[in-house]
Nanobody, 121 residues
């Protein structure tokens, strides 16, 4: 499956963005969809994942501020970013793990191209 992420941009601290990840084929059978982020020169960090039933997990750093959702009919996964902070600045990637689980700490094999989020102070 091919993934295309978009929706990034420049926003002031405290602002909001909504990222979208469109899949090239059905995601009904993809058990885990997720968002990761990476600062240039830094390690990739898992931000949020969502299971096929809608159950979610978030990184502690974004709990209460970010919301992941999926619309299987539209083959799209969303990440709503609220109360943004400068430290949220990163390239955000969507990810698909067809056979993963919420409690399996691994990255799926399918990646989108990334979308840049820049939060100014």
């Amino acid at each position: 499956v091919q993934l295309q992420a978009f929706g990034g941009g420049l926003v002031q601290a405290g602002g909001s963005l909504r990222l979208s990840c469109a899949a090239s084929e059905s995601i009904w059978n993809i058990r885990i969809m997720g968002w990761y982020r990476q600062v240039p020169g830094g390690q990739r960090e898992r931000v949020a994942i969502i299971g096929e039933t809608g159950a979610t997990r978030y990184a502690d750093s974004v709990k209460g501020r970010f919301t992941i959702s999926r619309d299987n009919a539209k083959r799209t996964v969303y990440l709503q970013l609220d109360s943004l902070k400068p430290e949220d600045t990163a390239i955000y990637y969507c990810n698909a793990d067809p056979s993963g689980t919420l409690w399996l700490n691994r990255e799926g094999q399918y990646w989108g191209q990334g979308t840049l989020v820049t939060v100014s102070s």
